[in-house]
Antibody, heavy 117, light 112 residues
Framework: EVQLVESGGGLVKPGGSLRLSCAAS????????MNWVRQAPGKGLEWVSS????????YYADSVKGRFTISRDNAKNSLYLQMNSLRAEDTAVYYC??????????WGQGTLVTVSS | DIVMTQTPLSSPVTLGQPASISCRSS???????????LSWLQQRPGQPPRLLIY???NRFSGVPDRFSGSGAGTDFTLKISRVEAEDVGVYYC?????????FGQGTKVEIK
């Protein structure tokens, strides 16, 4: 059974940093691209970042470019999102999602990031 | 960026009746490889999104056949043939033809 479990969310002050993790199981993690998608409270979905299976290709939304860094450790079956210079508008539930060639077939339950003083 | 526009934003439906959601993209979603990477996702209250339909009309594993997708180019439709109580939630279209991937605003399906 495919499972994606996010962790690392919490309350952080504006300008602070946070590192999210996504632990994958039930599939060959190293064969899939992975993504982060976020959802602000009461709002819609926003794609944040993508990373290819071997980390050769990485993409970011303009809203996070230069502040967020996506990475993965295939030996640990884990996906990460390093978030720096956090702003109030980064407050959201962050989901990791498996990418089966341009479709997001499995999603985690999400982890809440709150940026507030 | 490709803008995805859904209509309606809210759809009150009687149980057992059909529902239809439209999604229009600001440019063609046909990729250079010939595929159209348009997906539909369902988000039930308090749950993460769930893939329903991919590449316009392909139902994902375990998705009931009352859900169907159609369309081409820039105009796409999700249809629910007979709405059931478990279908309540927000439905999103999503394009993965060109970065950045983008989503529609979401359509809330609720029971009348």
């Amino acid at each position: 059974e495919v499972q994606l479990v996010e962790s690392g969310g919490g309350l952080v002050k504006p300008g602070g940093s946070l590192r999210l993790s996504c632990a994958a199981s039930g599939f060959t993690f190293s064969s899939y691209s992975m993504n982060w998608v976020r959802q602000a409270p009461g709002k819609g979905l926003e794609w944040v970042s993508s990373i290819s299976s071997s980390s050769s290709y990485i993409y970011y939304a303009d809203s996070v470019k230069g502040r967020f860094t996506i990475s993965r450790d295939n030996a640990k079956n884990s996906l990460y999102l390093q978030m720096n210079s956090l702003r109030a508008e980064d407050t959201a539930v962050y989901y990791c999602a498996r990418d089966l060639i341009r479709l997001f077939d499995y999603w985690g339950q999400g982890t809440l990031v709150t940026v507030s003083s | 960026d490709i803008v995805m526009t859904q209509t309606p934003l809210s759809s009150p439906v009687t149980l057992g009746q059909p529902a239809s959601i439209s999604c229009r993209s600001s440019q063609s979603l046909v990729h250079s490889d010939g595929n159209t990477y348009l997906s539909w996702l369902q988000q039930r209250p308090g749950q993460p999104p769930r893939l329903l339909i991919y590449k316009i009309s392909n139902r994902f594993s375990g998705v009931p056949d009352r859900f169907s997708g159609s369309g081409a180019g820039t105009d796409f439709t999700l249809k629910i043939s007979r709405v059931e109580a478990e279908d309540v939630g927000v439905y999103y279209c999503m394009q993965a033809t060109q970065f950045p991937w983008t989503f529609g605003q979401g359509t809330k399906v609720e029971i009348k």
